[in-house]
């Protein structure tokens, strides 16, 4: 009885807490501190991180990539730290967009919700797509542009119904996903290391004479796109902070744990992987072009092969699912400060599982229109692809850009989380990374390629701003809401 009587006070203190803040909602507090975390990590997601780019970034930059999953994970941890901050104090669904709209403003806001938005649908098709080779190959198909194709779109429909079914299936999916991913991963990779090991430890320093221009630094700097474009999910964990009991406390310590359990994992299974190459030499002469393919082959046979995948499966399927989740929890808060046109509908949560169904329904809508587009325009589809991890990153530092913003106006974080006198220095810290890390997603790799493939990364970002501006210029949907907004600052 004792128990249940807190459980009640503490989810009308929640209520209170969000009242304050300018909101009420009729979403179902369930989400337990793991639970949310697991969310995190699913999208961040170890497996899908690690193996998708890792025979890619291992040719660009032989062994020694495997530091940047250390220095990626450290400067995310820095822009970890700054939403942390923020969260504490405006635990409100859809993360990035209410953020910025008490941070800094009603435009600001919009266009961070805009890019963060197609950046979601996006890598939602660019993952459905991925796991188009491992569930072929599970189910005994030979992986074709045809197969993957059908494999996204099934996978983004089931991911669809999972996450109408409401926050405790949700939950539950998340947290069996964080399960096998992890144990997967441990078990995977300390095989490997046990038993598959072909080279010793003193490969990770390596370079087998990789140079460009005479110098190394640009290879590894091309080949630390296998952290970047993996330590991100933990803002996950805020985009469903309005389901998740005293979310100020933990919220933030969800997300670190995203960080420190995830990055530790991909470290783990990135090291793994490296030392059971049989011959890395091969890989970067562009002899093995799927060293993935050697390792497991070489390692497991056929039938282990297959329960590998499996694992495999299950990683990539609550991926999409916490990216899918993700997304229509922005499309949602976006909708309820009526900030685009369908907010009436969007805004709506079912009153039998307590999500928001119509926009759920485009977040799985728009990936699959993505992916069918993707089958008969490869190329420009591929920009769009590589153009959703920058388009995350560039977010995330607008929010970086709106802390440092909101402080020199005089904003003191208030949440049950902040970082007190190291505020300053982590944030202008977080800033410097994520800007270094933005110019070298884009920076064009392939001088002989026409200027639009070497920019195309540009190009496409260029198109989503504009296309974002010319919205606003037309339509004023910041004009709309009444919520809240610019009052981080003004609050001392």
Not at 78 to 106: D, H, M, N, T
Not at 189 to 210: A, K, N
Not at 225 to 250: H, I, K, W
Not at 430 to 446: D, E, K, Q
């Amino acid at each position: 009885m004792n128990s249940s009587m807190n459980a009640s006070v503490a989810v009308d203190q929640d209520a209170e807490q969000l009242r304050a803040l300018g909101y009420t909602s009729n979403f179902e507090r369930s989400m337990s501190l793991w639970q949310n975390f697991a969310l995190g990590f699913t999208y961040l997601s170890p497996v899908v991180g690690v193996y998708t780019l890792f025979g890619l970034c291992l040719a660009a930059g032989g062994p020694p990539m495997f530091w940047s999953y250390l220095l990626v994970g450290f400067g995310q941890m820095l822009v970890c730290l700054i939403f942390c901050e923020v969260v504490s104090q405006y635990p409100i669904s859809g993360g990035v967009y209410p953020w910025a709209r008490r941070l800094v403003g009603k435009k600001w806001a919009w266009m961070v919700g805009w890019i963060y938005a197609i950046s979601l649908c996006v890598t939602i098709a660019a993952v459905a797509l991925g796991a188009g080779p491992y569930i072929a190959s599970l189910l005994g198909f030979e992986p074709s542009p045809v197969t993957n194709t059908l494999v996204a779109l099934v996978l983004t429909a089931a991911a669809t119904v999972l996450n109408l079914s409401g926050t405790k299936l949700l939950a539950r999916v998340a947290m069996f996903g964080f399960l096998c991913e992890l144990v997967g991963a441990l078990v995977i990779g300390g095989y490997l290391l046990i038993f598959e090991r072909h080279q010793p430890l003193s490969v990770l320093f390596d370079t087998f004479d990789i140079s460009i221009d005479g110098a190394y630094w640009p290879a590894f700097l091309a080949a630390s796109l296998a952290g970047m474009f993996l330590y991100y999910g933990f803002e996950a964990c805020g985009d469903v902070a309005e389901e998740t009991p005293n979310p100020s406390r933990q919220v933030p310590k969800a997300m670190r744990m995203t960080i420190w359990i995830g990055g530790a994992a991909s470290i783990f299974a990135a090291l793994a992987l490296i030392l059971a190459v049989p011959d890395i030499a091969a890989v970067i002469s562009g002899q093995d072009k799927d060293p993935m393919s050697t390792i497991f082959g070489a390692a497991f046979g056929p039938v282990m092969s297959r329960v590998v995948m499996g694992v495999i499966t299950v990683s990539f399927v609550s991926c999409v699912l916490s990216l899918q989740a993700s997304a229509s929890r922005l499309l949602y808060a976006y909708a309820r400060d009526e900030m685009l046109m369908g907010s009436a509908v969007l805004k709506k949560l079912s009153p039998k599982t307590h999500v928001p169904t119509a926009a759920l329904l485009v977040c799985g809508v728009l990936p699959a229109i993505i992916v069918c587009v993707g089958f008969y325009l490869q190329n420009a589809v591929a920009m769009v692809v590589s153009f959703a991890a920058i388009g995350i990153y560039l977010a995330f530092q607008m929010i970086v850009s709106g802390v440092l913003y909101a402080r020199l106006r005089g904003w003191k974080p208030q949440g049950q989380f902040t970082l007190g006198r190291w505020g300053w220095i982590v944030n202008i810290a977080a800033l410097c990374y994520g800007v270094f890390a933005i110019v070298n997603m884009s920076w064009p790799r392939t001088p002989d390629a026409p200027w639009y493939v070497n920019y195309g990364i540009v190009l496409v970002g260029a198109i989503v701003i504009l296309a974002g501006l010319v919205y606003m210029a037309l339509f004023r949907p910041y004009e709309k809401g009444t919520a809240p907004a610019s009052d981080a600052w003004k609050q001392r």
